[in-house]
């Protein structure tokens, strides 16, 4: 299949003799005159790569490459310019262009460009594919419970990055990595369910940072050290959703970013609480009976952070005064952003960002945006956009200006659930499809962790409730009663809650503003 090329240059019919060169070396040359007919082109088709005058009249090079980019952000783009001022080119390639040529230009120069753009592409995802086959075999033999935690961490660490690096590779390299990728989750469930309860038994220093340790281990430090630290919690965000956020970061901050395990159930009343207490749920009912909640409306269960968040500090001889905020409408993200270098007067600063959590859950109840994101690559992409252009992206940039040190993390991540279970219950059971508690609680010993004493993983229950269960892998639970309903609606919805290694293996980093 030939490769396709819009050229858009007012002067193209004086390249008529360069666009039938190219045609005679099998290329597919559409051309127009001006960045207009360009822009409304690729709307409507797809190119491989588009090569740009830079002094049009109207929509000039520049400002047509900026329309170009807001439809095809990924699409090639080639300047062509009279001009060799340094300027232009900056401008240029300040748009992230593939490359640029100056004016006049012959065919060989636009054959080699385009040779060097796009088998650069095909090179790199030889090599990727390559590298990743050879290795296949190694990283599935890791899969197993003798495995570590320090080891798990690792395997996701390098699973995610190949998702990233193949995700423009052929569909059958794709799935051999999304079996791995299961196979993996399937190995992970097991190792939680014969480890996890003896880390809760151990010493501190002997088990992974839990969500009880976060701050004490990753914040506290900073505190003691007199630093001015924002602490900042994106809900559920995964570690790839991170590293996309973290390349935009790097400009601004030095960033060490390290892991640390979520407790279950991996859902916010239970795994934010916990952060914020310094305390697994159980410790905080019996201690603060009248600041721990548990019900079916996730949304109120965490009213009380703020004063769990200053008795922790207190019992760590901290100063109690921190700034506390909650970001939940798009205008309080704005409201703060407007102001946050007033923060960095503040010892200790702590916000809460909820759009990750809310896309997820958007996208379970709407049509449009499963459509936008059909799959785990295009949601990754889906909020990579959204950070680009959020109030929370300008925060960090504004920051990045202040003498402070900036720690972000999550609370728990989320998984593509792709399998249903069927479990059966009271019906009090709580109603979250990626784990419950109640009574008389069953469903397939190979999708679940059937915990029958909750005091033993420092869970609470509330009587009559005397148990929960956990989801593995990517299973979601579904009553037998309107069972194809439901299970219809949540198949292909991002879940949380259970036990998968993007629920629970979650980013802590620690950035230093470059400037």
Not at 34 to 49: H, M, P
Not at 391 to 418: C, Q, W, Y
Not at 472 to 490: I, S
């Amino acid at each position: 299949m030939s490769n396709k090329i819009l050229w858009a240059d007012d002067e193209i019919d004086q390249l008529k003799s360069h666009i039938i060169f190219l045609e005679g070396k099998g290329f597919e040359i559409t051309p127009v005159t001006n960045g207009e007919d360009a822009v409304s082109l690729i709307r409507k088709n797809t190119y491989d790569i588009i090569f740009l005058d830079e002094q049009m009249p109207g929509m000039d090079g520049l400002a047509t490459l900026e329309q170009i980019q807001s439809v095809r952000p990924s699409l090639p783009v080639v300047m062509i310019t009279k001009s060799e001022e340094e300027s232009i080119m900056e401008d240029a390639i300040g748009n992230k262009i593939s490359d640029y040529l100056i004016k006049p230009v012959n065919p060989n120069q636009i054959i080699l460009t385009i040779k060097r753009i796009l088998d650069k592409r095909r090179i790199q995802n030889e090599k990727a594919a390559q590298s990743y086959l050879k290795n296949f075999n190694e990283l599935s033999s890791k899969f197993n419970e003798q495995t570590s935690w320090e080891e798990w961490i690792s395997i996701y660490k390098t699973l995610t990055h190949w998702d990233l690096n193949l995700e423009t590779s052929d569909d059958a390299l794709q799935q051999v990595l999304q079996d791995q990728f299961q196979q993996a989750n399937q190995a992970f469930g097991r190792f939680i369910k014969l480890e996890y309860r003896s880390w809760l038994q151990r010493k501190e220093n002997e088990h992974p940072t839990l969500s009880p340790d976060l701050l004490k281990r990753k914040v506290f430090p900073h505190l003691k050290n007199k630093e001015s630290v924002v602490f900042f919690l994106i809900d559920c965000m995964r570690y790839d959703q991170w590293l996309l956020f973290e390349s935009m970061l790097n400009d601004y901050y030095v960033i060490d970013t390290d892991f640390y395990y979520s407790i279950l159930p991996t859902a916010t009343p239970f795994s934010r609480n916990s952060i914020y207490s310094g305390l697994f749920p159980l410790e905080i009912q019996r201690r603060y009976p009248d600041l721990w909640e548990m019900g079916q409306d996730e949304t109120s269960l965490n009213r009380h952070e703020e004063e769990l968040l200053k008795k922790y500090l207190h019992r760590n001889q901290l100063p109690e005064q921190v700034k506390y905020e909650k970001i939940i409408q798009p205008e309080d993200g704005n409201r703060i952003a407007d102001k946050i270098s007033n923060y960095t007067q503040s010892a200790f600063t702590t916000i809460i960002y909820n759009f990750v959590d809310t896309l997820v859950h958007s996208r379970s109840d709407s049509e449009v945006l499963k459509q936008l994101a059909p799959d785990v690559s295009a949601f990754r992409s889906l909020t990579e956009t959204w950070f680009q252009h959020s109030s929370l992206f300008r925060m960090f940039k504004e920051l990045a200006n202040e003498d402070v040190t900036v720690v972000v993390s999550t609370d728990h991540g989320s998984v593509r659930s792709m399998r249903d279970t069927k479990v059966f219950g009271d019906r009090d059971a709580a109603t979250n499809l990626r784990y419950k508690y109640g009574r008389n609680l069953k469903a397939q010993e190979s999708a679940a962790i059937y915990i029958d004493k909750p005091h033993y993983y420092q869970l609470p229950v509330d009587p009559p409730a005397n148990s929960y269960i956990i989801a593995k892998e990517d299973y979601f639970f579904v009553y037998p009663n309107n069972y194809n309903k439901f299970q219809n609606r949540y198949r292909d919805t991002f879940q949380h809650g259970g036990a998968s290694m993007e629920e629970m293996i979650l980013p802590v980093a620690t950035m230093k503003p470059r400037g």
